[in-house]
């Protein structure tokens, strides 16, 4: 099949059963028939490489050159970025063809989905179940079989969960493994590029072409990138598995702890060791979190004000009534909550009760990875509490909402890389295994998932 072929039959499949799912918000048609012929001579001179001609979607928070770039939000409704993320470009470069942009909560704020300005994305597993959030429209958009691989965003477990959710594999690199240059800042010290596949192979091969230095990007590492596909096939006799205590407490669902516990026999039966060990500071991961994430949230989205891009407010009397009449139509409810919370965390006289204690809650839950990591290779247990649930279940209630992390979040505040993966079924519904790796350590990870499919 050529790719233009292929690319075709993408996007009518897109057209013709999104309306089920609503997992993008803008498709790429000509663009996308463009690179694909590229592509497709790139083939005929023998210069393709593994992803050459292959239809993917980008997440709609990554900058798209002249392709509308929304994050989800009405505030950049209208929003035509000028130039390309990084990973754009470099997904570009391997020949990858882009077919559009999936949904997201806004601002990469939510965990089901549904804080979208172009409404809430549905999990193809059920007609009223949500796909997990942040990065829903990419999850859905993989689990519906409309393209094999997508790309996401991470900040508390925006790729991961969405994966459990959806039956999907998703990973999380370390902080720093893959540039954010052109990936809209949600919260600049824990937001990290990934992917979404059905498998830790197609994983793999996106993130060969996604990782690498990037002078653009201060906190991205000059590091070399491995092949990541040479590793997958390797035995895992001896991996030393760790388990948590504080991830399989009396909170978790009794089937959910059954069904993880199983999952992780499995990779005993292939030869893996399983010991339990302690992540003490694992219950401040949340409340830190909110504190943190928000803060710089409210730094970041300060530079929405109505004049340099995105939505601005028809007649303005003064600037005030620009900047407050354009941020309150421009931003929805989760982003305001979020903005005000920072914003007050940040103040002067409450600095130093919740930023800084924050700051050195996070200092001491990286450290309890650091020893477990001592002594094990890497760690298991459950992506999210529950499989997916109702479409409206948790949305009048945040903290329910934010509690969805609470497995996820801890590996963004010390920079981890993480994956979900199928582990197996809840109620007919997929379930996630989370496995966090050590610093760098995204090889390792990707075997033992390949491993265990
Ligand atoms: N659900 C979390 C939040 O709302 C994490 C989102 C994310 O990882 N982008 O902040």
Known sequence: TSSEELTRETLDRIKAQ?????????????????????????????????????????????????????????????????????????????????????N?????????????????????????????????????????????GATATDTGGSIRQPAALCGLTGLKPTYGRISRYGMIAFASSLDQAGTLTRTAEDSALMLNAMAGFDPRDSTCMDRAVPDYTEGLNNDIKGLRIGLPTEFFSDDLDPVMAQQVREA?????????????????????????????????????????????????????????????????????????????????????????????????????????????????????GPTSPSPAFAQGDKTDDPVNMYLEDVFTISTNLAGLPAMSIPGGMVNNLPIGLQIIGNYFDEGRLLNAAHQFQ
């Open 104 to 148: 997201m909560d806004e601002f990469a704020m939510g965990s089901s989905n549904e804080t979208s300005y172009y409404g809430p994305v549905t999990n193809p597993w059920g007609d009223k179940l949500v796909p997990g959030g942040s990065s829903g429209g990419s999850a859905a958009a993989v689990a519906a079989r409309l393209v094999a």
């Open 264 to 380: 992780i026999r499995e990779y005993e039966r292939l030869g893996a060791t399983v010991t339990e060990i302690s992540l003490p500071h694992s219950h401040l991961a949340v409340p830190a979190y909110y504190v943190i994430a928000p803060a710089e949230c409210s730094a970041n989205l300060s530079r929405f004000d109505g004049v340099r891009y995105g939505h601005r407010c028809e007649n303005p009397q003064d600037l005030n009534d620009l900047y407050l009449r354009s941020r309150s139509e421009g931003f929805g409810e989760e982003v305001k909550r979020r903005i005000l919370v920072g914003t007050y965390a940040l103040s002067a006289g409450f600095f130093d009760a919740y930023y800084l204690k924050a700051q050195k809650v996070r200092r001491l839950i990286q450290q309890d990875f650091i020893q477990a990591f001592e002594k094990v290779d890497v760690i298991m």
């Open 18 to 102: 999104d309306s089920r799912y609503n997992s993008f918000i803008t498709l790429a048609e000509e663009q996308a028939m463009a690179s694909a012929r590229q592509a497709d001579e790139q083939r005929a001179s023998g210069k393709a490489s593994a992803l050459t001609g292959v239809p993917f979607a980008h997440k709609d928070i990554f900058c798209t050159r002249d392709l509308r770039t929304t994050c989800g939000s009405r505030m950049l409704d209208n929003f035509v970025p000028p130039y390309n993320s990084t990973v754009a470009e470099k997904l570009d470069e391997a020949g990858a063809v882009c077919v559009g942009k999936t």
